[in-house]
């Protein structure tokens, strides 16, 4: 079997086409949709990352703005200013790029983002909106990973997905995103015993560790569908995911690439978070 393959970009550029229209309604009503960015320190990733987000506002005609700030900026400051744009009703939504310089506590940091702004659905009040299915801002990643189930017409209801990750920004949230849609959900991480055992049951896979190759082909059950949202070097310094893509492309029915899978819709789902942002703070 030859996998199908998610094209993370093409979906993602329908996305932002149906933001670009929203966009456009808001403000013939006066409304400019607003995204505030903040960077502390010189990390090159972060860099690039931060950039390609206020290129991809500015191409859905939302405006964004990216505020940096030296290594050294002390975590005061960098709370006022958040609470600085907490109050400005012209902002929102508020991005803080991670990772934060260690001298900052993050969670004190995400903590201070209004909960009504929060379009990277970090703060504990959007986890828990997710967790108890309140309306509230969805992380990202898991979220642009749930678009792409949603795109193949994948009926998630009954099936079995491991989620191989549990952090607060991917793996538990997508978890959390599964189980509303019915799913019967297992979470792996660096514990479990006999990862392979467990994937090979699932329905659905989805990798979120960090690490190259950390989901093989034997690992598979013919016709699974694999999100891969790893974001790795190989050693050719080429970007590539958790995924052996080309061993598992074999054995899954459907998969998604690194790059041109999560990554772009990753950043398409902020889009989405802060269009709605400014439409619930304009309703
Ligand atoms: N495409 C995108 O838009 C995004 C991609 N990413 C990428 O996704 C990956 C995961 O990110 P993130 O969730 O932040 O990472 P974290 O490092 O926070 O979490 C990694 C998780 O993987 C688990 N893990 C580690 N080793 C293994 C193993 N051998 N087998 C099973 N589980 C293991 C860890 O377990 P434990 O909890 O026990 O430590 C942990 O739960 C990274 O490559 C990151 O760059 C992240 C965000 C966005
Ligand atoms: N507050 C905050 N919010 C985040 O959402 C956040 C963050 N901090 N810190 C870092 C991680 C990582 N992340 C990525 C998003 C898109 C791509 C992406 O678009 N990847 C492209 C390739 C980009 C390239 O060429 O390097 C792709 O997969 O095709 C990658 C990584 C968001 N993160």
């Given at each position: 079997?030859?996998?199908?393959?998610?094209?993370?970009?093409?979906?993602?550029?329908?996305?932002?086409e149906?933001?670009?229209?929203?966009?456009?309604a808001?403000?013939?009503?006066g409304?400019?949709?607003?995204?505030?960015?903040?960077?502390?320190?010189?990390?090159?990733?972060?860099?690039?990352?931060?950039?390609?987000k206020?290129?991809?506002?500015?191409?859905?005609?939302?405006?964004?703005?990216?505020?940096?700030?030296?290594?050294?900026?002390?975590?005061?400051?960098?709370?006022?200013?958040?609470?600085?744009?907490?109050?400005?009703?012209?902002?929102?939504?508020?991005?803080?790029?991670?990772?934060?310089?260690?001298?900052?506590?993050?969670?004190?940091?995400?903590?201070?983002?209004?909960?009504?702004?929060?379009?990277?659905?970090?703060?504990?009040?959007?986890?828990?909106?997710?967790?108890?299915?309140?309306?509230?801002?969805?992380?990202?990643?898991?979220?642009?990973?749930?678009?792409?189930?949603?795109?193949?017409?994948?009926?998630?209801?009954?099936?079995?997905?491991?989620?191989?990750?549990?952090?607060?920004?991917?793996?538990?949230?997508?978890?959390?995103?599964?189980?509303?849609?019915?799913?019967?959900?297992?979470?792996?991480?660096?514990?479990?015993?006999?990862?392979?055992?467990?994937?090979?049951?699932?329905?659905?896979?989805v990798?979120?560790?960090?690490?190259?190759?950390?989901?093989?082909?034997?690992?598979?059950?013919?016709?699974?569908?694999?999100i891969?949202?790893?974001?790795?070097?190989?050693?050719e310094?080429?970007?590539?995911?958790?995924?052996?893509?080309?061993?598992?492309?074999?054995?899954?029915?459907?998969?998604?690439?690194?790059?041109?899978?999560?990554?772009?819709?990753?950043?398409?789902?902020?889009?989405?978070?802060?269009?709605?942002?400014?439409?619930?703070?304009?309703?």
């Open positions: 079997m030859t996998a199908q393959l998610i094209d993370g970009n093409a979906l993602a550029k329908q996305i932002r149906e933001v670009a229209g929203r966009t456009q808001l403000k013939a009503r409304v400019q949709p607003r995204l505030s960015i903040l960077l502390v320190g010189e990390d090159p990733a972060s860099q690039v990352y931060t950039k390609h206020v290129n991809d506002s500015t191409q859905t005609g939302l405006e964004a703005t990216l505020e940096t700030y030296p290594a050294t900026l002390p975590e005061a400051d960098l709370l006022a200013r958040i609470r600085a744009l907490n109050e400005d009703p012209s902002v929102h939504g508020i991005l803080v790029q991670l990772p934060l310089p260690k001298h900052m506590d993050s969670h004190k940091v995400i903590e201070t983002i209004s909960p009504a702004k929060d379009v990277d659905g970090f703060h504990v009040a959007s986890a828990g909106a997710l967790m108890v299915g309140q309306p509230g801002f969805w992380p990202c990643t898991p979220y642009g990973c749930l678009k792409m189930l949603d795109a193949i017409g994948y009926d998630l209801t009954g099936k079995h997905a491991v989620v191989i990750g549990r952090s607060n920004i991917v793996g538990k949230p997508m978890a959390l995103m599964l189980l509303g849609r019915d799913a019967t959900v297992t979470v792996c991480h660096s514990r479990t015993r006999d990862l392979k055992s467990l994937t090979l049951q699932a329905d659905v896979v990798a979120a560790v960090g690490k190259r190759n950390v989901l093989t082909a034997d690992m598979v059950k013919p016709g699974a569908v694999v891969d949202v790893g974001m790795n070097r190989n050693d310094g080429k970007l590539c995911g958790d995924v052996d893509f080309a061993g598992v492309q074999d054995v899954a029915g459907w998969i998604t690439p690194v790059p041109g899978g999560v990554g772009p819709m990753t950043r398409a789902m902020l889009l989405v978070n802060t269009i709605q942002a400014a439409e619930r703070a304009a309703a």
